[in-house]
């Protein structure tokens, strides 16, 4: 479990092949400020956490280390797509 910000922000930089200067050229900020946020220097502005939420898609509550959850679109799948995949989740559940 990642337990502060400035890992779950390197965690996800690195999980998604990201340098620090290229999540620094998304957000349009510099590669020293994402270095300091993974340093816990100094910590992202709301808007950053939230376009970052945005880039990594997961919950800006994720980014900020309160929840584990992880959050899976299957708004475009068809009904029996979506049935498929949430019997699968329960499956794995009550394993």
């Known amino acids: 479990m990642i337990l502060n910000v400035a890992d779950r922000i390197r965690y996800l930089r690195e999980k998604n092949n990201m340098t620090q200067t290229d999540l620094a050229n998304r957000l349009g900020i510099s590669r020293s400020a994402v270095n300091s ?21 997961v919950t800006t509550d994720y980014i900020l280390s309160s ?27 009550k394993r």
């Open 67 to 93: 929840s584990d959850k992880i959050l899976v679109d299957i708004t475009e799948l068809g009904n029996k797509e979506r049935e498929i995949v949430l019997q699968l989740i329960d499956c794995l559940k």
């Open 37 to 57: 946020w993974e340093m816990s220097i100094s910590s992202p502005s709301i808007s950053n956490i939230i376009e970052m939420s945005h880039i990594f898609n």
